[in-house]
């Protein structure tokens, strides 16, 4: 009979409801008390019936997305990591593809642009000056009274905050970071910029390489993460603040030499001005899209972001994000500049491998018999000085 089936019907669900399955014509003899009898207690059974709550599935209106249930447990998807990586690498490429950070140049000055000043109230108003001389300095920033001196009392700086610092070439301006008080970085004619932490002004706290000729400005975004920084090489670049490899590099045919820099207050464009009379404005994000984005379009670029970050130390992926093109100009001095410091890191190692060499060579006994083989050392002059040596056969032990 049907009562002694048993049902194989589960499911996953918020509500469970209990039905009794019996033969035909059996009904309850007396349903006001709810009482069965023995043959019909026995014939009752529980199924466990899936429910749904329709507000969870059914779409609002017709423009909505469908609603589908999806299970995470990892054992039904086990194509999902190559699955990521797929849409990583996918994603990294359009971003490369949809670089496109120049947005407008402005004209009007007649000589190259020399400063830029933002407004600290209106995002749309910014001030630029050009002029054909500069403003010398003495390599120092000084700390002076807002106030002037007193009757016999000569004006003299409260501090000199550089003064402890010593770099080998002249430093052209700073910037202070906005979010941290005590860091600022400096940019240099040695190619570089110099993080400094001002209670430790000893050591770096980070020094940013890419450039290939003198750094001429440099400006903070108002998050306090990044900075711009412009140089005499015809580009800017943007640095991580911990990190000392730039992370972009914006340059055109016609730009020259960049004299200053600045980070808009809305974290969203940057503006340079060069020697050929321009303003350039440029997107902080090469890839981002402007304009108002739909809620569909942020979730899609937060998804492709952690995809992006996750997957940013495969080979292929960091290949394809750290690629950009650069003028012949600015390549050949990389590679000139990368063969410059191999062979000044070779010329190190060798250096020191003979000057460890020399005190073993120094101790050893003179154990040949051979005199042929006999050598014999100077120590008058430094080993980084050069050493003379005077050997009558062939230094095969060194």
């Known amino acids: 009979p049907a009562a002694t089936r048993r049902s194989h019907v589960t499911g996953r669900g918020p509500r469970k409801a209990e039905v009794a399955w019996l033969p035909e014509g059996w009904q309850n003899p007396n349903p006001a008390r709810g009482s069965w009898g023995p043959r019909l207690r026995a014939a009752k059974m529980k199924v466990k019936m899936l429910s749904r709550n329709p507000d969870n599935y059914v779409r609002e209106t017709k423009l909505d997305i469908q609603r589908v249930p999806r299970n995470y447990d990892p054992t039904l998807h086990p194509f999902e990591v190559p699955r990521e990586y797929v849409r990583a690498l996918n994603a990294t490429k359009l971003e490369r593809v949809f670089a496109k950070p120049f947005l407008a140049s402005l004209d009007g000055h007649r000589d190259g642009v020399n400063c830029l000043a933002k407004h600290p109230k209106s995002l749309t108003t910014v001030l630029s000056g050009a002029c054909d001389g500069e403003v010398g300095d003495d390599k120092t920033v000084k700390q002076w009274k807002m106030d002037g001196p007193g009757c016999g009392e000569e004006e003299e700086p409260l501090q000199t905050i550089l003064g402890k610092v010593i770099l080998d070439m002249r430093t052209n301006t700073i910037c202070w970071n906005p979010m941290e008080a005590f860091h600022f970085t400096a940019a240099n004619e040695d190619y570089n910029l110099y993080t400094f932490d001002m209670r430790a002004l000893d050591t770096p706290v980070q020094v940013h390489m890419d450039h290939v000729s003198a750094v001429l400005d440099v400006d903070y975004s108002p998050t306090g993460k990044e900075f711009v920084s412009a140089s005499f090489d015809k580009s800017i670049r943007i640095f991580p603040v911990e990190r000392s490899r730039s992370r972009e590099v914006y340059h055109t045919k016609r730009m020259q030499h960049v004299i200053c820099v600045k980070w808009t207050s809305d974290s969203k464009y940057i503006m340079c001005g060069s020697d050929e009379m321009n303003i350039r404005l440029w997107k902080a994000k090469a890839s981002e899209k402007l304009g108002v984005l739909s809620s569909r379009e942020k979730a899609a670029n937060d998804y492709n972001q952690k995809l992006k970050e996750k997957f940013q130390y495969h080979p292929h992926v960091k290949r394809i994000a750290r690629h950009r093109h650069l003028p012949k100009s600015i390549y050949s001095q990389i ?43 100077s ?9 003379t040596c005077e050997a009558s056969g062939p230094l095969t032990a060194l």
Do not use: C, K
Request: charged content about 20%.
């Open 335 to 377: 590679q000139e500049q990368r063969i410059m410091r191999e062979s000044r890191r070779r010329n190190f190692s060798l250096a020191v491998s003979h000057a460890l060499a020399l005190p073993l060579l120094a101790a050893e006994p003179n154990n040949h018999t051979d005199a042929s083989r006999a050598i014999s050392l």
């Open 379 to 387: 120590t008058d002059v430094p080993w980084n000085s050069g050493h």
